[in-house]
C-alpha cells in the first residue's frame, strides 16, 4: 500500500546550523510533495512543496529537493531560528484516477533549535 | 482566508458511547479528510471523501464511520468509543487540484474513559 516514511524522528541542532529532514515514498505515480509545519497546540501548515517535474525548489531559507529514480525528497532549513522549532511532516500525493485522490503523511519530526 | 472548522476543541466521552466529530469548510473543497495524531505515529488517515455521499477508507478505518451529506460538512463517528481512540483528531479540506494545499480545523482533542 502507499506509504511515507520519515527520518529522523527527532533533530535539535544549534541557532544558524542547518537541518535536514528526509523522507521516501512507495508509490511511483505519486506526483506532489508538500511539507507541513506544526508549532506546539497549533494546526499545520503548509511551508513548502514541490511536484514531481522539478528536481529542487527554493524559499528563503527553505528549500525541498526532490529524487523520482530514488524515491525520497528532503527538506533542507538554513541558518535555524527558534522559532523553526515545530513538527514537520512531509506528504506525498496519490491520485487513483478520477475524483479520488489523498495525501499520505511521514511520521513527523520535532525538530529543536537550541539558542 | 480558508477556514476549517471543527466543532469541538475539547471532548470527554465515555467508553461504549457513540461519538460524533464535526467538521464544517467554507471553500467548496471537493475532498475532506479525517486524520488521528498520536506521538510517533504522525498523521494517520482514518476515511476521507472526494463527493458528497463519497468516501473511501483510510489506513486506519476500524471502529470508525463517516458521514458526508453535505459538501461542506464531513463527520467522523466512533460507534462505540474505546480508551484506544483516545486521540488528537484532525479535519482537513482540499480542492481536487493535484498541487493544492491542504487545509486543517484546529483538533479535537478526545479522551475516552
Known amino acids: 500500500g502507499e506509504n511515507v516514511e520519515q527520518h529522523p524522528s527527532t533533530l535539535s541542532v544549534q541557532e544558524g546550523d542547518s537541518a535536514v529532514i528526509k523522507c521516501t515514498y512507495s508509490d511511483s505515480a505519486s506526483n506532489y510533495f508538500p511539507w507541513y509545519k506544526q508549532e506546539l497546540g497549533k494546526r499545520p501548515q503548509l511551508i513548502i512543496d514541490i511536484r514531481s517535474n522539478v528536481g529542487e525548489k527554493k524559499d528563503q531559507r527553505i528549500a525541498v529537493t526532490l529524487n523520482k529514480t530514488a524515491k525520497h525528497f528532503s527538506l533542507h532549513i538554513t541558518e535555524t531560528q527558534p522559532e523553526d522549532s515545530a513538527v514537520y511532516f512531509c506528504?506525498?500525493?496519490?491520485?487513483?484516477?478520477?475524483?479520488?485522490?489523498?495525501?499520505?503523511f511521514g511520521t513527523g519530526t520535532l525538530l529543536a533549535v537550541q539558542p | 482566508d480558508v477556514k476549517v472548522t471543527q466543532s469541538s476543541r475539547y471532548l470527554v466521552k465515555r467508553t461504549g458511547e457513540k461519538v460524533f466529530l464535526e467538521c464544517v469548510q467554507d471553500m467548496d473543497h471537493e475532498n475532506m479528510f479525517w486524520y488521528r495524531q498520536d506521538p510517533g505515529l504522525g498523521l494517520r488517515l482514518i476515511y476521507f471523501s472526494y463527493d458528497v455521499k463519497m468516501k473511501e477508507k483510510g489506513d486506519i478505518p476500524e471502529g470508525y464511520s463517516v458521514s458526508r451529506e453535505k459538501k461542506e460538512r464531513f463527520s467522523l463517528i466512533l460507534e462505540s468509543a474505546s480508551t484506544n481512540q483516545t486521540s488528537m483528531y484532525l479535519c482537513?479540506?482540499?480542492?481536487?487540484?493535484?498541487?493544492?494545499?491542504?487545509?486543517f480545523g484546529q483538533g479535537t482533542r478526545l479522551t475516552v474513559v
Open positions: 506528504a506525498a500525493h496519490f491520485f487513483y484516477g478520477g475524483a479520488t485522490n489523498k495525501l499520505i
Open positions: 482537513a479540506s482540499r480542492s481536487r487540484t493535484v498541487v493544492a494545499e491542504a487545509f
